[in-house]
């Protein structure tokens, strides 16, 4: 075999385990950033359930409140509430 022949031979070795090597290499990187993905999806589901559930409560407490508690206008009017004041005229 001529040296001409052996550089190539492993010339063309080289390259492709090269080659090799970088189509693993992004492969591992893809699966990586598929992987970080999914758990970002998983940890905004978390926080939307947490939000959805402090919402829910403060959505109970406020009818809880609102049955315990009268609530009345705060613009000065001393008129029952549904009722239009009486303005003398």
């Known amino acids: 075999m001529s040296r001409a022949a052996k550089l190539t031979l492993a010339a063309t070795g080289l390259g ?3 080659i090799v090597y970088f189509v693993h290499w992004a492969q591992e990187a893809d699966r990586a950033a598929m992987h970080r993905g999914v758990e ?6 978390r ?10 409560l403060q ?12 609530v009345s206008s705060s613009t000065g ?3 029952p509430a549904g009722q239009a004041p009486n303005t003398g005229t």
């Open 16 to 18: 492709t385990a090269g």
């Open 40 to 45: 970002r999806d998983m940890e905004k589901q």
């Open 47 to 56: 926080i939307r359930q947490e939000r959805q559930a402090e919402f829910e």
């Open 59 to 70: 959505k109970r407490l406020q009818e809880e409140y609102l049955q315990l508690q009268t």
């Open 77 to 79: 009017d001393k008129s």
